[in-house]
T-cell receptor, first 114, second 116 residues
C-alpha cells in the first residue's frame, strides 16, 4: 500500500521554467517530509526537507510547500536547468528514536529541455 | 558531512554463490541503517531496518535467510545475498540515520548486482 502518492510520473519543463511535483499522504503520524534527487545509477541525495510546523521552506532554487490540513506537499524548482534532469522522490516518516524507514512516493522523472 | 559509502559499486556473480555488500557511514555514527532494493525506473523498496547491535527487522516478503544483514558497529552494516539467483539482480542501496533523534537519512551510492 503506497502511503505517499506522488504525481506526475514524468515531467518535461523548458530551461528557466518552474518544475512542480506534488505528493499526498494519509498518515497523520508523518512529521518529516524530505525530497530526494536521484541520477541514473546513483543513490538518492537529500535535497530539502520540511517539518509540519512550517508551511514553506526554501533552499536556493528549491522550495517545499506544505499544506497540513490537505495532507499535501510539493516541490517547486525555480529556473529549472538541464542539470536538474533526474528522478525526484518525495518521502514521509513519523518521528521515532529507533528510526522509522522512509515511505517513498513512486518518483517523478524530470526532463529539463535546453 | 553525512557521507555514506557502499562497496562494491557493482558486482557480477554466478548463480548459487554469495555476495557481501558493505555500507559505511564515513563521518557520523549511524544508529540505524536501512537497506533498499530498486528496480529500473521504480521507487525504492525497503528490505530491512537494522539498529546497531540488534537483529535486523525485515519487511514482509523479504527472506531473512537469503538476505543476511549485520550491523556490527555504528559505522558499518553489511548485506549478504546468499545463494544468489538471476532474479536477485538489482540495485541495492543503503541509508543511514545520524544518531537518535535525527530525522535525516543519507543514502549510499548503491551497488549494482548482476547474477549470471
Amino acid at each position: 500500500q503506497q502511503q505517499v502518492k506522488q504525481s506526475p510520473q514524468s515531467l518535461i519543463v523548458q530551461k528557466g521554467g518552474i518544475s512542480i511535483i506534488n505528493c499526498a499522504y494519509e498518515n497523520t503520524a508523518f512529521d518529516y517530509f524530505p525530497w530526494y534527487q536521484q541520477f541514473p545509477g546513483k543513490g538518492p541525495a537529500l535535497l530539502i526537507a520540511i517539518r509540519p510546523d512550517v508551511s514553506e521552506k526554501k533552499e536556493g532554487r528549491f522550495t517545499i510547500s506544505f499544506n497540513k490540513s490537505a495532507k499535501q506537499f510539493s516541490l517547486h524548482i525555480m529556473d529549472s536547468q538541464p542539470g536538474d534532469s533526474a528522478t525526484y522522490f518525495c518521502a514521509a516518516t513519523p518521528y521515532s528514536n529507533s528510526g522509522y524507514a522512509l515511505n517513498f512516493g513512486k518518483g517523478t522523472s524530470l526532463l529539463v529541455t535546453p | 558531512g553525512a557521507v555514506v559509502s557502499q562497496h562494491p559499486s557493482w558486482v557480477i556473480c554466478k548463480s548459487g554463490t554469495s555476495v557481501k555488500i558493505e555500507c559505511r557511514s564515513l563521518d557520523f555514527q549511524a544508529t540505524t541503517m536501512f537497506w533498499y532494493r530498486q528496480f529500473p525506473k521504480q521507487s525504492l523498496m525497503l528490505m530491512a531496518t537494522s539498529n546497531e547491535g540488534s537483529k535486523a527487522t525485515y519487511e514482509q516478503g523479504v527472506e531473512k535467510d537469503k538476505f543476511l544483514i549485520n550491523h556490527a558497529s555504528l559505522t558499518l552494516s553489511t548485506l549478504t545475498v546468499t545463494s544468489a539467483h538471476p532474479e536477485d539482480s538489482s540495485f541495492y542501496i543503503c541509508s543511514a540515520r545520524e544518531g537518535k533523534g535525527a530525522y535525516e537519512q543519507y543514502f549510499g551510492p548503491g551497488t549494482r548486482l548482476t547474477v549470471t
